[in-house]
């Protein structure tokens, strides 16, 4: 089925622990993005990438990394769990610059 | 600054229209989002509108834009208990030079009585 997917769904993670939580779309979108989603602060842009190799950061960087080798992946890197990063994680995808984004279906992470 | 409003929360009867409402801030915007996220889920493109028009339908769907007052609606005809769900109004912004980024209104709660 064409989409989004992320993996995984939800995960646990010891502060100081990293991970990387991954984004895959198979519509051969250019745009793709990564938003956090908070009770009360709606979503947030955390970093974003126009094309294979292009990456720039969003609103809230700090402690993710990412990298965009192919179209079709966009990973997530945490590099030091905290427990501020207790989120949802949705990653977008996008064929046209300012067109609907389409969400996968989200990553529920807990640092403990 | 950048600031989409939504009220928290609508109750509606099944088979009422439900109206939700948003207001946003960036006159700039190309286009004006609706999604919808269901419990646990992602968030569902419902629908759009370009800033140059005034009304959009799209089935049981009515987006008017109101680019005087920034203000954007949602009707949903014949409610359902399946039209349950969040409802985000989001407009997309210029980002970076290079790319737009969604800012999103921190929802509306649809809850539908059978």
């Known amino acids: 089925n064409a989409g989004v997917t992320q993996t995984p769904k939800f995960q646990v993670l010891k502060t100081g622990q990293s991970m990387t939580l991954q984004c895959a779309q198979d519509?051969?979108?250019?745009?793709m993005s990564w938003y956090r989603q908070d009770p009360g602060m709606g979503l947030r842009l955390i970093h974003y990438s126009v094309g294979a190799g292009i990456t720039d950061q969003g609103e809230v960087p700090n402690g993710y990394n990412v990298s965009r080798s192919t179209t079709e992946d966009f990973p997530l890197r945490l590099l030091s769990a905290a427990p501020s990063q207790t989120s949802v994680y949705f990653c977008a995808s996008s064929y046209r610059l300012g067109y609907g984004y389409t969400f996968g279906s989200g990553t529920r992470l807990t640092v403990v | 600054g950048e600031d989409v409003e939504q009220s928290l929360f609508l109750s509606v009867r099944e088979g009422d229209s439900s109206v939700i409402n948003c207001t946003y801030t960036d006159s700039s915007s190309t286009y004006l989002y609706w999604y919808k996220q269901e419990p646990g889920a992602g968030l569902q493109l419902l629908t759009y509108i370009f800033s140059n028009m005034d009304m959009k339908q799209d089935q049981r769907l009515t987006v008017l834009l109101n680019k005087k007052d920034k203000h954007l609606s949602l009707r949903i005809a014949d409610t359902q208990t399946g039209d349950s769900a969040i409802y985000f109004c989001a407009e997309s912004m210029e980002y970076g030079g290079a790319t737009n980024k969604l800012i999103f209104g921190t929802g509306t709660l649809l809850a539908v009585q059978p």
């Open positions: 519509m051969n979108h250019e745009y």
